[in-house]
């Protein structure tokens, strides 16, 4: 599986970005998918996952109620909506896909480039 995020960029806080990720597989709707991000001199971490269906999702606490996870398995994509952006939320952020839902990024089989995110104060 190939994965291509896309969508980072410059920010101000309070604003909104959607990142995509788009998978190349057939097989994309058996996959969960996960989005991590990795700040600078900070380890990866968990942002959200949803399961292949859509219908279990969960969020690391310092995104709930603000970021949003989605796919469109049609599109073989999935999204991350960030709303409120806050300057903490600035990172590289990175898709992944995995055979069910993990929160730990070395359970994860493939990986997108990663696209960043920098949320001015």
């Known amino acids: 599986v190939q994965l291509q995020a896309s969508g980072g960029g410059l920010v101000q806080a309070g604003g909104s970005l959607r990142l995509s990720c788009a998978a190349s597989?057939?097989?994309?709707?058996?996959?969960?998918m996960g989005w991590f991000r990795q700040a600078p001199r900070k380890e990866r971490e968990f942002v959200a996952v949803?399961?292949?269906?859509?219908?279990?999702?969960y969020y690391a606490d310092s995104v709930k109620g603000r970021f949003t996870i989605s796919r469109d398995n049609a599109k073989n994509t999935v999204y991350l909506q960030m709303n409120s952006l806050k300057p903490e939320d600035t990172a590289v952020y990175y898709c992944?896909?995995?055979?069910?839902?993990?929160?730990?990024?070395?359970?994860?089989?493939?990986w997108g480039q990663g696209t960043l995110v920098t949320v001015s104060s």
């Open positions: 597989a057939r097989t994309f709707t058996t996959y969960a």
């Open positions: 949803m399961d292949w269906s859509g219908g279990n999702i």
């Open positions: 992944a896909a995995g055979g069910t839902i993990y929160f730990s990024a070395s359970e994860y089989d493939y």
